[in-house]
């Protein structure tokens, strides 16, 4: 097979393409994955909507996607590591490996990082080629469709377990994918009690799902003052903010006790004002900013979790479609109705 099916940016517009491209040949060091299934993230959205941010990063033509497993195909020279037939998934930050931060032990904040379906090819596509030591092998009891969404299973993971979590109260602002899982990894990660605030009320529906204790409407209830309220009047131990939202950040930080941790890992569009003195200064607050993944830190939590059994994370799957139906894909996704959708570019669900 010399040509494959990918959906791609080919021009700077609104929209996608699905195109017929010659696969890929892994050179020495890197691996040719087929992939089985990949997930669809708010970051794919803004892609093809050609938003602000998108305009401003993204370099046509690109096949995006950055959330999948998959079979090693084929792999180059130098390669140990990996086997044909091995079932993978990968960390899509390729970090350059000699830079200040990656020579300190913290690729996953590499000032020249690279992302695969961002600056280079990635996973929307019947084959995507990879360094290998992006690969990340996924144990045969994790299926398939958990397997296509550990990119950001792995930022919940991450933001959870940044500092101490076990016999703590928390507060997750946001239930969006990356909310909703980050719910469960506290909860089986022994988080005491847990509120989540989220304007949709779909998603709260699912936050209980997930285990949250307490799902409120912001737009309805004075949430700063009912968690507080429900915690004795201290406020939580942890905050987890995962909207992006600046109305959502300020009251997680007024939700927060003294002393309190913040994992920091929505994103907003535009700089937000905070009143540092209070929420900060004066209360002690330790806050994390949260980016991507620890390499391999964050993996190697995930797979624990996952192979003991301790996520449920079945609430959050709905449609799984072909990848020439990604129009229908991304109206769903736009229309706030749909949490993770799964693309089959090489067949069926099994
Ligand atoms: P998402 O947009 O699906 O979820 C955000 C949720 O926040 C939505 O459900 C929205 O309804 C809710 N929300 C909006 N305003 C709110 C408010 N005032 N109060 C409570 N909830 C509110 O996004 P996602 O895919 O789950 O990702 C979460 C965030 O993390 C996004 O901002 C995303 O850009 C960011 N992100 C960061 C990293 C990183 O490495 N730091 C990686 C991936 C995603
Ligand atoms: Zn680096």
């Not at 993204?58 to 037939?85: N, Q, W």
């Not at 990968?90 to 990656?102: K, L, N, Q, S, V």
């Not at 109305?247 to 937000?272: D, E, K, T, W």
Request: net charge neutral; hydrophobic share 45%; glycine share 10%.
């Amino acid at each position: 097979m010399t040509m494959m099916k990918a959906l791609r940016k080919t021009r700077a517009a609104a929209g996608a393409q699905l195109e017929s491209v010659p696969v890929p040949i892994p050179g020495a060091g890197e691996v040719l994955v087929r992939v089985r299934a990949a997930s669809i993230c708010g970051t794919d959205l803004h892609i093809y909507q050609w938003d602000e941010w998108s305009q401003s990063r993204i370099r046509p033509p690109l096949t995006f996607g950055h959330e999948f497993c998959g079979v090693v195909e084929k792999t180059g020279a130098g390669t140990e590591s990996v086997a044909e037939g091995d079932f993978v998934s990968a960390e899509m930050h390729i970090a350059d490996g000699h830079c200040r931060a990656c020579r300190m032990g913290q690729p996953h904040l590499c000032q020249n990082v690279k992302i695969a379906g961002i600056d280079v090819d990635g996973c929307f596509a019947e084959f995507v080629k990879l360094p290998a030591q992006n690969i990340w092998k996924v144990h045969p009891s994790i299926p398939e469709h958990y397997a296509a969404i550990l990119d950001p299973l792995g930022n919940a993971v991450h933001s959870v377990l940044a500092a101490p979590i076990s016999g703590q109260t928390a507060v997750v602002t946001g239930c969006g994918p990356i909310g909703l899982m980050a719910i469960a990894v506290a909860k089986a990660s022994g988080c005491s009690a847990l509120f989540a605030t989220e304007v949709n009320e779909y998603r709260r529906g699912l936050a209980r799902q997930m285990g949250a204790d307490e799902a409120i409407d912001p737009a309805a209830t004075d949430v700063v003052r009912y968690v507080r309220d429900a915690t004795g009047g201290a406020g939580v131990d942890v905050l987890l903010e995962m909207s992006g939202n600046p109305h959502a950040i300020r009251q997680g930080f007024q939700m927060l006790r003294q002393g309190g941790r913040a994992s920091l890992l929505g994103i907003p569009s535009r700089p937000v004002e905070l009143d540092l003195v209070s929420d900060v200064i004066f209360k002690g607050a330790t806050v994390l900013g949260i980016y991507g993944r620890k390499m391999f830190e964050t993996w190697v939590q995930m797979d624990e979790l996952l192979r003991a059994g301790k996520l449920n994370l079945e609430p959050l799957f709905h449609e799984r479609l072909p990848l020439k139906r990604f129009e229908d894909a991304f109206a769903l996704l736009a229309a706030g109705k749909a949490n993770k959708i799964l693309f089959y570019p090489n067949g069926n669900p099994s």
